[in-house]
């Protein structure tokens, strides 16, 4: 079975500052999806970013920026210029066949002013 | 705008009293999925929809069952509930791609007296 690690429970950064978490994950397949997920204090769940395995390319979106490392099995994710309403719990997440997600279990990131 | 919604927010029901959880869509997406998280926990996949095909995962407990009468709506069944099923359940949509992102709703937080 897939798992994925986040090994920071929490996480702190200032405002305007850059804040990497941590995701590694455990997997046999070659080609698959690989997610971040922030879920704010009683608010849903949103995407921030996603990999596809097979695309060496690091996915960017404005401030969120990853590094895949495929052959450690790493997924960072990078959040640059740091805002309060980043704030939230960020869930690294793996799919295989592109539905079932697997969630690690979190990193709350606390940004102060 | 289009959307996951799901009722009731907050449901508290008895040990071992059925309860139902109501899921619908408005972004006629073709799949979709139930996920249980316990607090401080990763979210965990129960089951999901593939239009009208039900993907059960292997661990989820013959105490939880669904529905999907249609494309817009899903629901999540326990039969008798349990202390131990007391947690927030997510409901989430996606188009039929594995790259597509999981659209979730905000979640209903079940209690058990």
């Known amino acids: 079975a897939q798992t994925v690690t986040q090994s920071q429970p929490e996480m702190s950064v200032q405002e305007a500052e850059t804040v990497t978490l941590s995701c590694t994950y455990d997997?046999?397949?070659?080609?698959?999806?690989l997610f971040w997920y922030k879920q704010p204090p009683s608010r849903q769940m949103i995407l921030v970013i996603r990999?596809?395995?097979?695309?060496?390319q690091n996915a960017t979106e404005n401030r969120f920026s990853v590094n895949f490392q495929k052959a450690a099995k790493s997924f960072s994710l990078k959040i640059s210029d740091s805002q309060l309403g980043d704030a939230a719990m960020y869930f690294c997440?793996?799919?295989?066949?592109?539905?079932?997600?697997?969630f690690g279990k979190g990193t709350s990131l606390l940004v102060t002013p | 705008d289009a959307m996951v919604i799901q009722n009731p927010r907050y449901q508290v029901t008895q040990f071992g009293k059925p309860v139902t959880l109501s899921c619908s869509q408005t972004?006629?997406?073709?799949?979709m999925y139930w996920y249980q998280q316990k607090s401080s926990q990763a979210p965990k996949l129960l089951f999901h929809y593939y239009d009208k095909d039900f993907n059960n995962e292997a661990d989820t407990p013959d105490n939880f069952q669904s529905r999907r009468p249609n494309t817009s709506f899903c629901f999540l069944d326990i039969r008798s509930p349990g202390l131990g099923d007391a947690a927030m359940y997510l409901c989430?949509?996606?188009?039929?791609?594995?790259?597509?992102?999981?659209?979730f709703g905000d979640g209903t937080r079940l209690s058990i007296l």
């Open positions: 997440a793996y799919s295989y066949e592109g539905y079932a997600l697997n």
């Open positions: 972004l006629n997406h073709n799949v």
């Open positions: 989430a949509t996606s188009e039929a791609d594995g790259l597509r992102p999981q659209h």
């Open positions: 997997t046999s397949e070659s080609d698959y999806y």
């Open positions: 990999q596809e395995a097979y695309k060496q």
